[in-house]
């Protein structure tokens, strides 16, 4: 999923001085998962922009709106008559999703409400940490299904630095040394002999090396 957190209230809030009526718009998958951006996170944002605008004795209408994803048109759709009632949206959608949304309702002034900070999965309740840089050329498969141009500080292809210790990344000592991991999955899967390939420099193009990338499914367009 994409990982994101909120911005803090009072950027937020400065975002939206200058307007007297503001949808905020939520997104119901991946924000949502990560406590950023869902229904929830939509309520108690706009009590708090409420609370806030009422003590600087600011009269300003919120309205609420949590759609499935914005990443898709079919269901920015959905925002239009909301959108169409309000000066500003403030989205709380990722980054993509706050594009979508800008580029949907191009006439009006859209802000976002989330920091997007990387690809990830949840560890475990309320951790999420990162996984994958969306490279265009996943290379898992020679390394024991553990990504070491995410998971290492050094994004090394020919690791390890040498530098770890107790397994700990040299770094940062609070996350493991991808390579350690790497290694110690390998041993276990019989594959070490993986790690006597020399893996050469990576190709960056296929990860967004010549600009901002497009995916086409000539199968799925109709
Ligand atoms: S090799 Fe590339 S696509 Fe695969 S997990 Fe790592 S960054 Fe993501
Ligand atoms: S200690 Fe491990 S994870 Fe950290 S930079 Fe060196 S090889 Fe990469």
Known sequence: MIVGEQKPVKEIKSYLE????VLILGCGTCVKT?????????????????LAFKQQGKKIEIEEL????????????????????NEAILTLGCGAGAQSIARRFSLMPVFPGVNTTFMGTLESQGVFTEECSGCGNCELAY??????ITRCSKKLMNGPCGGSSDGKCEVNKDIDC????????LKALGE???????VPPKDWRPASGSGPRKLIREDQII
Do not use: M
Request: charged share 30%.
């Open 18 to 21: 200058p307007y007297k009526k």
């Open 66 to 85: 949590t759609i499935e994803r914005q990443c898709e048109d079919e269901f920015i759709r959905e925002s239009a008559e909301a959108a169409g009632r």
């Open 143 to 148: 390394f024991g299904g553990i990504c070491p």
């Open 192 to 198: 070490l002999e993986n790690l006597n390939r020399y």
């Open 34 to 50: 990560c406590f950023a951006g869902g229904e929830e996170e939509v309520c108690e944002l706009a009590s708090a922009l409420r």
């Open 178 to 185: 991808a390579w350690h991991l790497i290694i110690e999955k």
